[in-house]
């Protein structure tokens, strides 16, 4: 009985042996396995160059910002926009008259002006980046 196990599982070994043979020398499927190889190169190329183009990206800003080159005027010009169109459609759905609106904008200004003019006089400073003009 045990050469009867045997001789079935060599059988089994030998249609194994046989199947992965005839997978192996199968000429779609190694066309297929080469183009989905291509594929994944590809795509793991187009990753690594976009994380590389990331990674200098922000080493350029971070060199830039160690020499003091700083691009503030942008952003500082578009909150400043902002500000404005705030302000003028405020002014338009405001619930009181034009000049009632102007009478508080203007008292919120001298208001603003007089507590700037506070901090400058009692000699208040404002801490910038922490270089102190280096």
Known sequence: MSTFGRRSTAKQWAR?????GLLIT??????AVNDRVRERAGDLG????????????RLDDARGALRGETDWVSPVASFLGGIG??????MLFAPVSGEEARA????????VTSKVNEMAGSGARFRGTGTEGD
């Open 16 to 20: 194994l042996a046989m199947k992965v």
């Open 26 to 31: 199968d000429a779609k499927l190694w066309a």
């Open 46 to 57: 187009d990753l690594v160059r976009d994380k590389y183009e990331v990674a200098t990206d």
């Open 85 to 90: 169109i705030g302000v003028a459609v405020g």
């Open 104 to 111: 508080a904008i203007r008292d919120r200004a001298k208001d």
